[in-house]
DNA sequence: TTAATTACCTGAGAGC
DNA sequence: TGCTCTCAGGTAATTA
């Protein structure tokens, strides 16, 4: 399950493809969550891969002619590969220059991939908020953010056009580290709760990066490597909390949450 | 206008 | 063994 710090990794384990041309592309399935453009060979074949970003979730391959955005969904992966393996699961091949191979493998079929003149034009893009891990992201602006909504803590920090990166995993974990419940709403955390959880999300991004992610399921990066950051986790996935306290699993808007509610207050 | 729910998707695991 | 059911969750669309 990709959330910020997996992308960042997987990021960073494709940038030793920027420089190379893409050959050609050849779709094996179109059916991805935005559908995949049929001519997409044509729009990328010669195009050269100049660097490649993270925009929240989101990668984007910035070419000497337009870009590429994609997104990983929950189990898409890219892979490099010096000859290409089969997989029931690639869905787009891109062949590159040097005769090695950039694969879009997804499972699940939730993420997408497709070709922007500007990727700043992109729908998705367009829509997302701060960046956690930069200087914007303040206590001042996750307060300001935070009054008057009625929803609670826990939806609101998945909530992509506030805050970018953050999914169901970085959000119940830094919930457990800050103490506050995943049912209060989002109003009502205050001053000193809003400086507690920007630190904390700075703090357990970039550790998980510096751990290579968490490799929860199927995330893999580029070179297929696991993270380890999964071993990290006080609440994720656990029945008892690192004090022994009894672990809560609860839904909110359809997804799983744990929380301990001796430790995290409403 | 805002908040909550549902659809999309497929493998893994539980239960019978 | 094999079938059915439930669960996992990122995002947008739909509903309230």
Do not use: W
């Amino acid at each position: 399950m990709p959330e910020l710090p997996e992308v960042q990794c997987v990021v960073d384990s494709l940038k030793r493809i920027s420089g190379k041309k893409i050959v050609s592309v050849k779709i094996l399935n179109d059916r991805l969550r935005e559908p995949v453009q049929l001519n997409l060979n044509d729009l990328l074949k010669d195009k050269i891969i100049l660097e490649i970003e993270r925009r929240g979730k989101f990668i984007i391959f910035k070419l000497n002619s337009g870009d590429i955005v994609s997104h990983l969904g929950m189990t898409g992966k890219f892979l490099i590969q010096e000859s290409l393996i089969e997989n029931k699961f690639n869905r787009i091949v891109l062949e590159l220059d040097d005769g090695s191979f950039l694969i879009y493998n997804d499972i699940r079929k939730f993420g997408f991939i497709t070709y922007e003149e500007n990727y700043t034009s992109n729908k998705y893009i367009k829509k997302l908020g701060v960046e956690p891990l930069s200087e914007n992201f303040t206590a001042d602006l996750l307060y300001e953010l935070t009054r008057n909504k009625k929803t609670n803590i826990k939806q609101f920090l998945l909530d992509q056009s506030f805050i970018v990166g953050l999914g169901n995993i970085y959000v119940i974990e830094v919930l457990y580290l800050c103490k506050i419940s995943p049912k209060r709403m989002a109003k009502d955390v205050n001053k000193d709760n809003c400086i507690e959880l920007v630190e904390e999300i700075k703090r357990i991004l970039k550790n998980a990066i510096s751990n290579g992610g968490s490799s929860i399921s199927d995330y893999r990066d580029a070179d297929d490597k696991e993270g380890s950051f999964q071993d990290s986790h006080k609440i994720y996935n656990k029945k008892i909390d690192p004090l022994g306290h009894d672990v809560l699993k609860i839904k909110q808007g359809g997804r799983g949450t744990n929380y301990c509610p001796i430790c995290q207050f409403y």
